[in-house]
């Protein structure tokens, strides 16, 4: 019977191609198959960008993977089955395959869904994860600004419109780190106003990519419109 292949989660980082480890480079340089979030149209993926850079050999084939942008249960669950089956097919040949994420595989990563999706239908498949330097870790070195010192509390918080969870998060921590903050940014503002934290905060966009923006003045993005890959640090 042929070995089963094993699906690697690599994180490649925020952005910077450099700050790509060690074994996730070796593991690229071996692995036959490199799976990458694609997207439907327009530019690489972040995760591609990266990881084309170390893969030269041209017998490596590159594995495109479209993943839906829905909230809709059925259509994800069919999306996702879809999805793992194109993987399967390769593992099953025996081929290992690396699937590159942004940032780490195991922080809020499609990697995830792939990963728990692959273990209901696939368990036999072996599954090991590679950490990587995740965007918040890339702000605080952009930044200069230690995110927890001594017995100081930080708190890691997916941006949301419920403004009360939001002032709850700054009130119990002394740094806070805003994920995916974009679509919610006048509301999160408003809320560092009341609170008086406004000068507390620094925004970053694509942070150590080519592509980055940084800002330290939140006056400059009232009514900026920025990307989805953007984070906010408050540190009282």
């Known amino acids: 019977m042929t070995k089963i292949g094993t699906l690697y989660g690599l994180g490649v980082g925020p952005g910077d191609p450099e700050l790509i480890t060690v074994k996730a480079f070796r593991l690229l340089q ?17 995760a591609h960008q990266i990881a084309e850079l170390y893969v030269q050999s041209p017998d490596k084939e590159m594995l495109g993977l479209v993943f839906p942008m829905t909230r809709d249960k059925e259509i994800l669950e069919r999306e996702w ?6 993987v399967w097919e390769r593992l099953s040949e025996g081929k290992d395959v690396a699937f590159v994420t942004e940032g780490d595989p195991m ?16 368990p036999e498949v072996p599954i090991v994860t590679v950490p990587g330097v995740s965007s918040f870790l890339g702000a605080a070195s952009r930044f200069n600004l230690p995110l927890a010192d ?3 509390q930080i708190g890691i918080i997916p941006a949301t419109e419920d403004k009360e969870a939001m002032r709850k998060a ?12 974009a679509k919610v940014l006048p509301m999160i503002i408003g809320l560092l106003k009341e609170m008086g934290l406004a000068e507390k905060a620094a925004v970053a966009t694509k942070v150590t990519s080519s592509e980055e923006m940084v800002w330290t003045d939140m006056r400059e ?16």
């Open 30 to 46: 071996q692995a036959p198959v490199v799976a990458y979030p694609k997207k439907r149209m327009g530019s690489k993926s972040y």
């Open 81 to 86: 089955t879809n999805t793992v089956e194109i």
């Open 107 to 122: 922080f809020y990563s499609t990697f995830i869904h792939m990963m728990r999706v692959m273990h209901e239908e696939h």
């Open 150 to 152: 001594g017995d100081e």
């Open 170 to 181: 700054l009130e119990n921590h002394d740094t806070v780190v805003f994920l995916k903050v």
């Open 221 to 236: 993005l009232e009514r900026a419109e920025l990307s989805y890959l953007t984070l906010m640090v408050v540190k009282k």
